[in-house]
DNA sequence: GTAACGTACAACCATATGGTTGTAGTTCAG
DNA sequence: CTGAACTACAACCATATGGTTGTACGTTAC
């Protein structure tokens, strides 16, 4: 999770994700959009690609990004949770708005 | 977003989020769970507060810190139009292959 | 075969991060 | 008033991060 967050708390990264996941690129060919070195992009990929995030597949002499929508629902779910405990917690706080209620019958 | 991501890409700080979202707790309060000192926890709080993730509220002597579900939600709903376009890509595959089909008819 | 392309990786730099300890200001309790 | 509790913040350290340039290697095209 550690790694999932992180690889999605850069800008750059998070273009690329979203490129990834609409078509498939090659780093030179995702590195032809960024104003920045060909070695930046390729680490950002490797970043990525650990926090599985993108995968890599090589053909010919190019390398292939794709996109795992798996690792987003996974970031997704654990955010899904938060807002369920919160939910939990406004739930039990009208619970006990309501047995006050009831006390003061 | 960058900030909202990296807040979340710390297992300490996201264990905080989720108490926090729970039940109010001060600033030693969440010091006392974790086995690092209270500064070390009182940056973290700093962190969150930044991203939005929670707020702190002075209460006495004591600082209040509460989660706040509406950055939660800010990140899932960039992660659900992560799924979203990579859906329509899927679709757009999937309108392809029925050409190819009428095509052959 | 050779030149160009696509990639990998190392070295380097500046800055950010996550932790520590120490000092100091407020607020509460006795 | 004095001491203890809660917090803030600075200084410091080790390591990670995001960027650069340079070098090397496999692949494709001519």
Redesign the pocket.
Known sequence: MDRLF?AL??A??RDIVSRVLVAEY????L?EQY??????V??????LERASLVT?E???????VRGRVDAVQRARRLLDEYEHIWRQRIDRIGDLLAEDASDQD
């Open positions: 992180q708390a850069d750059t990264r090659s780093v030179s060919g590195a104003a920045m070195s060909f070695a930046a390729q680490k950002h990929v490797a970043v890599k090589k053909r010919g002499r190019e390398q292939i």
